[in-house]
């Protein structure tokens, strides 16, 4: 565990540097809309389809930015939730063979004490759209 824990960093952060000038052209149009894919609370917004600044010229900007949050939390609560199973069986497995060996039941013990940290950290995601919307006075 205390190796796996700085791979997964670095490999994020490295991730985090490459990704932008790999996925993003150069030269790209600055854009006017969006497609909702998410109901994002604010009456004013589309529930589905799509938000320009044509069809809302006041509000589209917040709605895009809103359902651009809905969806970047959705995908991190999800990936959370399946890391979060994956280490509770694998605390589980190594309570299960532990053979009576303390070290090891507190070894897994651990480990299904981090993934309900994790848990609660996936919980906290699906939060987050309505403290936006909160500061942002919507």
């Given at each position: 565990m205390k190796k796996v824990l700085p791979v997964l960093v670095l490999g994020g952060l490295l991730a985090a540097l490459v990704l932008p000038a790999v996925a993003a052209p150069a030269q790209q149009e600055i854009p006017t809309g969006c497609k909702m894919k998410y109901d994002v609370g604010v009456s004013e917004c589309p529930k589905s389809g799509e938000c320009s600044e044509k069809t809302h010229p006041?509000?589209?900007g917040i709605c895009c930015l809103l359902n651009s949050i809905y969806t970047a939390t959705s995908w991190f609560f999800y990936i959370l939730i399946i890391l979060s199973v994956i280490m509770i069986i694998w605390g589980a497995?190594?309570?299960?063979?532990?053979?009576?060996?303390?070290?090891?039941?507190?070894k897994?013990?651990?480990?299904?004490?981090?993934?309900?940290?994790?848990?609660?950290?996936?919980?906290?995601a699906r939060v987050i759209p309505a403290i936006v919307r909160f500061v942002m006075g919507v």
């Open positions: 006041e509000i589209w497995f190594g309570i299960l063979f532990a053979t009576g060996d303390p070290e090891k039941m507190k897994g013990r651990g480990t299904i004490i981090y993934a309900m940290v994790g848990i609660a950290i996936a919980l906290f």
